[in-house]
Nanobody, 127 residues
Framework: QVQLVESGGGLVQAGDSLRLSCRVSGRSLNNFAMCWFRQAPGQEREFVATISRGGGRTDYSDSVKDRFTISRDNDRNTIYLQMNSLRPDDTAVYYC????????????????????WGQGTQVTVSS
């Protein structure tokens, strides 16, 4: 079956950087559009960034645009989230998600549109 495993979270200070990884197994990554979501305590799961199957299209939430970069390496079956200029309000559990889709499908922001999920990795940003 398809499995997603996130890594790279941790405790950092405001202004620092982190890079999250999400490795997909069980099926080739190039079958999926991919997305990062996050969820802070007591809040709903929030869209962060998404990338198309081929990697040529991306979309970001306004809160992370110009600070975070999503990328993918289909040969390594891994996607990444480079997070720069981290702020305390970026503190959350970060989840990657995969959506079976065609190459030309529009990018999706809603969690309900994704088929597979990882277990999450905690990111904590101290002030």
């Amino acid at each position: 079956q398809v499995q997603l495993v996130e890594s790279g979270g941790g405790l950092v200070q405001a202004g620092d950087s982190l890079r999250l990884s999400c490795r997909v197994s069980g099926r080739s990554l190039n079958n999926f559009a991919m997305c990062w979501f996050r969820q802070a305590p007591g809040q709903e799961r929030e869209f962060v960034a998404t990338i198309s199957r081929g990697g040529g299209r991306t979309d970001y939430s306004d809160s992370v645009k110009d600070r975070f970069t999503i990328s993918r390496d289909n040969d390594r079956n891994t996607i990444y989230l480079q997070m720069n200029s981290l702020r305390p309000d970026d503190t959350a559990v970060y989840y990657c998600a995969a959506k079976r889709t065609i190459l030309t499908a529009p990018l999706e922001r809603r969690p309900s549109n994704y088929d597979y999920w990882g277990q999450g990795t905690q990111v904590t940003v101290s002030s």
